[in-house]
Antibody
Framework: EVQLVQSGAEVKKPGESLRISCKGSGYSFTSYWISWVRQMPGKGLEWMGRIDPSDSYTNYSPSFQGHVTISADKSISTAYLQWSSLKASDTAMYYC????????????WGQGTLVTVSS | QSALTQPASVSGSPGQSITISCTGTSSDVGGYNYVSWYQQHPGKAPKLMIYDVSNRPSGVSNRFSGSKSGNTASLTISGLQAEDEADYYCSSYTSSSTQGVFGGGTKLTVL
């Protein structure tokens, strides 16, 4: 079974750093991109960026460029999303998804990681 | 503002059919046969329902179908069931430097 399993919920203070993870299994991790998607409370899906685990090439949405960093360790089939300085507005659910580059579909999705940033 | 435009809400009675539209431009929906649709129940992760405009992944009911005309793609759900009540999002391959784009989402209510 193709599966993405994300790390658990986090509660952080503004200004703190954070890295969340997404571990793939059941497929060749380097054959597909991994994308990260934000969903703020009560809102829609926002594509943040993606990584090609085979060479760690990344591409970001202009809305998130410079605020987050996407990385991957193909030796352990894991992708990461990290912040160096969190803001209260980063409070959201974050999903990773396997992303087929040539055609753009996302499947499967991780279960989501809830990040809460509050003083 | 999302790059792809969907109606905020649609509704239908059990057994009826509904259609959700997704309007983009010639740089995304209109330019490629790579539109996908996702179902999201409250508190759950999104699930792929349609890919490449009209293909269903294994395990997705044949009550779900997709189509495209010009810059507008559509998701049709026939024989509505209570379990279909969810949010639905479209996505499209895009020629822009942004590698992913979603519609704003449509809340389906089964009356």
């Amino acid at each position: 079974e193709v599966q993405l399993v994300q790390s658990g919920a986090e509660v952080k203070k503004p200004g703190e750093s954070l890295r969340i993870s997404c571990k793939g299994s059941g497929y060749s991790f380097t054959s597909y991109w991994i994308s990260w998607v934000r969903q703020m409370p009560g809102k829609g899906l926002e594509w943040m960026g993606r990584i090609d685990p085979s060479d760690s090439y990344t591409n970001y949405s202009p809305s998130f460029q410079g605020h987050v960093t996407i990385s991957a360790d193909k030796s352990i089939s894991t992708a990461y999303l990290q912040w160096s300085s969190l803001k209260a507005s980063d409070t959201a659910m974050y999903y990773c998804a396997r992303h087929d580059g040539p055609t753009g579909w996302f499947d499967p999705w991780g279960q989501g990681t809830l990040v809460t940033v509050s003083s | 503002q999302s790059a792809l435009t969907q109606p905020a809400s649609v509704s239908g009675s059990p057994g009826q059919s509904i259609t959700i539209s997704c309007t983009g431009t010639s740089s995304d929906v209109g330019g490629y046969n790579y539109v996908s649709w996702y179902q999201q129940h409250p508190g759950k992760a999104p699930k792929l329902m349609i890919y490449d405009v009209s293909n269903r992944p294994s395990g997705v009911s044949n009550r779900f179908s997709g189509s495209k005309s010009g810059n507008t793609a559509s998701l049709t759900i026939s024989g509505l069931q209570a379990e279909d009540e969810a949010d639905y999002y479209c996505s499209s391959y895009t020629s822009s430097s942004t590698q992913g784009v979603f519609g704003g989402g449509t809340k389906l209510t089964v009356l």
